[in-house]
């Protein structure tokens, strides 16, 4: 492939077993936990004065978790998909043309040129104008082929510091949208908030909901619009869970459909907010095969650094997963998998392609090892969070980095 043809196209076929290699470690999607997850959203619209879109964002390879997997398994129960590439938007259209599905919304949230903007149009793909480039844009435009006017949706900065409008600029730096009616048409209006999971009171939150409305009602009058008329959506998911007001016509729910908390916080808040506060499951397992188990006497070092002595002789497992395959260095000396439902701890240093664990009690003589660095085993579970608080980040961040070259494969 000539390297300027871009990125690898994502398979569409999950491996099958067979394909693994005989000892990597490979991911398990729960299909069937995705929909339970997304069906949360849909009954808390169900049960919502307003019942609003849901919107379920598969950015990052769908957090981590496989775009070609969880695609299918959430396709016909929501009613837009939100990502950041156009590439994986056009991957979409690509995947439903070849399942012969209809096609869904998609709305690409990242930056965009105009010849992807173009490009995207002609898929049926809606982008968002989030910066002052789409001046130049618009010019570009004009002198491309288009089917039909670009669909997009104008970003408000309401607080978050990133991309967007501010609402006191929005006449000023928006004023060329009066006469892009060819080449734009303006469908919606969004914005994004900045601490809604890190807190249980939501006065910064409500301050942002406030210049948001203030945005699109500048947005409307500069169009000419009806007030009301441009679609709006603002939550992601802790706001989807925590804050009513912030539904609108669509949430755009990430982390949560993946059976994560955004927070401690959110988790806490949702307790308050509903009378029977919704179950998230989580979707993914981590699985690895060991490469090798051996017994080493006592005083053995484990690892780079010698950093771990065995007092006693100890079984070790050596499984094929390092920090490339996204499993943190930081929980080096902190960390355990489990091996026939308990606990084994990982010995000395996380290494690039090994880690070694111990699995004198937890594992048989002359039995081949399973192990799970992600998931549930008998009755013990490793939790993303868990996993998270050994190497000081979030849950967000394990998953997103968990190597796009890793098995996947779709489970009920
Ligand atoms: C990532 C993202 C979301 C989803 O956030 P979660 O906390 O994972 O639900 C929603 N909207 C925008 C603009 C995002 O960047």
């Not at 067979?18 to 949360?40: D, I, K, M, Q, Y």
């Not at 599905?101 to 903007?117: F, K, S, T, Y």
């Not at 301050?207 to 009602?217: H, I, M, N, P, T």
């Amino acid at each position: 492939m000539n390297p300027s043809d871009g990125p690898a196209l994502i398979p569409l076929r999950p491996p099958a077993p067979a394909e693994f290699p005989s000892a990597a470690s490979w991911l398990e999607v729960s299909t069937g936990r995705l929909r339970r997850n997304a069906e949360v959203f849909r009954k808390l619209s169900r049960e919502s004065k307003h019942p609003f879109g849901i919107g379920a964002v598969l950015k990052a390879n769908a957090y981590g978790h496989g775009l070609s997997q969880v695609l299918p398994a959430l396709h016909d129960v929501v009613d837009a998909v939100y990502v950041v590439t156009p590439h994986d938007a056009l991957e979409i259209r690509r995947a439903e043309r070849d399942a012969g599905l209809p096609q869904r919304r998609v709305i690409v949230i990242g930056g965009v040129d105009a010849v992807e903007a173009a490009a995207l149009s002609e898929a049926g793909v809606e982008v968002v104008l989030g910066d002052d480039g789409w001046r130049h844009t618009v010019e570009a435009l004009r002198v491309l082929p288009l089917v039909a006017p670009v669909k997009v949706h104008v970003h408000v900065d309401s607080g978050l510091g990133r991309e967007g409008f501010l609402p006191e600029e929005i006449d000023a730096s928006l004023a060329f949208l009066r006469d892009a009616g060819g080449v734009l048409d303006v469908v919606g209006a969004l914005s994004h908030f900045a601490n809604t999971e890190d807190v249980t009171e939501q006065t910064y939150a409500r301050e942002q909901l406030a210049r948001f409305q203030d945005g699109v009602s500048r947005l409307e009058a500069l169009l000419g619009r009806e007030a009301g008329s441009l679609e709006r959506h603002f939550a992601a998911s802790a706001a989807a869970l925590v804050l009513p007001e912030a539904h609108f016509d669509v949430v755009r729910v990430g982390i949560a459909l993946y059976g994560l908390w955004p927070s401690a916080e959110t988790r806490l808040s949702t307790r308050i907010v509903h009378a029977q506060p919704p179950t998230l499951e989580p979707v993914l397992s981590w699985r690895s095969r060991a490469q090798v188990v051996k017994t080493i006497p006592a005083g053995s070092f484990v690892g780079y650094g010698c950093t771990y002595r065995c007092p006693a002789p100890t079984r070790i497992a050596v499984l094929p997963v390092g920090y490339f395959d996204g499993y943190p260095r930081l929980v080096s000396g902190k960390a355990h998998v489990l091996v026939n439902g308990e606990r084994a701890p990982v010995l000395g240093r996380v290494m690039m392609n090994h880690i070694v664990v111990d699995v004198t009690r937890a594992a048989r003589e002359d039995q081949p090892i399973t192990t799970t660095l992600l998931g549930t085993d008998g009755g013990e579970s490793i939790h993303a969070d868990t996993l998270a608080a050994w190497a000081q980040t979030i849950n967000y961040e394990i998953v997103a980095r968990l190597g796009p070259h890793l098995a996947r494969i779709a489970v009920p």
